[in-house]
């Protein structure tokens, strides 16, 4: 069981956001993040808990281990609006709830 | 590059069946890990199924074990999901998506994903 903090979040362009996820049980750091657009199919940004996938910006990042994670946008712009998801991949495989980022 | 393009899905009663495919390129498909996603309309993504690219285990959430079955063609690069006695609450995009892994390791982020394709159960 994943749960994500929080739910919905409005921020301006430029200002850092913080995103949460808390595991049931230690996972190590078998955790991923995604984003996904309105429409679209989620995106890979980190595995590994803090490893950023090839082509993502440098603005995001991620940290943590066994039960709690974080994801991080050090200045927030306009294209990261959408729904971010973390997923344990530990044990069998789930999706945190969602974290919606809307701009303020 | 990598493609990954799923079809199958369409309006489809209460009870019946229905079988999704997802077509790979780019890659070589043995060595990777293939899972089936969906998210039901304005709802979150629910991992499903998973199958190795060994073909030597499957995994199923609860809620469609025994209903839903994953399976996959290494000689055509293509993995299914039947679906058997479907229910209202089925609908939903239904994504197929990648794992740069034959089984499970530590880099096991789904990286690739399809468009999806979207199954409607209804009477």
């Known amino acids: 069981q994943m749960t994500q903090s929080p739910s919905t979040l409005s921020a301006s362009v430029g200002d850092r956001v913080i995103i949460k996820c808390r595991a049931s049980q230690g996972i190590s750091n078998w955790l991923a993040w995604y984003h996904q657009k309105p429409g679209k199919a989620p995106k890979l940004l980190i595995y590994?808990?803090?490893t950023l996938e090839s082509g993502v910006p440098s603005r995001f990042s991620g940290g943590g281990f066994d039960t709690e994670f974080t994801l991080t946008i050090s200045r927030l712009q306009s294209e990261d609006i959408g729904t971010y998801y973390c997923?344990?991949?530990?044990?069998?495989?789930?999706f945190g709830q969602g974290t919606k980022v809307e701009i303020k | 590059q990598v493609e990954v393009v799923e079809s199958g899905g369409g309006v489809v009663q209460p009870g019946r069946s229905l079988r999704l495919s997802c077509e790979t390129s780019g890659f070589t498909f043995s060595n990777s890990a293939m899972h089936w996603v969906r998210q039901a309309p304005g709802k979150g993504l629910e991992w499903l199924a998973g199958?190795?690219?060994?073909?030597?285990?499957?995994y199923y959430v609860d809620a469609v074990e025994g209903r839903f079955t994953i399976s996959r063609d290494n000689s055509k690069n293509k993995l299914y999901l039947r679906m058997s006695s479907v229910r209202v609450e089925d609908t939903a995009m239904y994504y197929c998506?990648?794992?740069?892994?034959?089984?499970?390791?530590?880099?096991?982020?789904?990286?690739?994903w399809g468009q999806g394709t979207l199954v409607v159960v209804s009477t």
């Open positions: 997923q344990q991949y530990n044990s069998w495989w789930s």
């Open positions: 199958i190795y690219g060994d073909e030597s285990n499957h």
């Open positions: 998506a990648r794992v740069p892994c034959v089984t499970s390791c530590p880099t096991g982020g789904f990286d690739k």
């Open positions: 590994q808990a803090s």
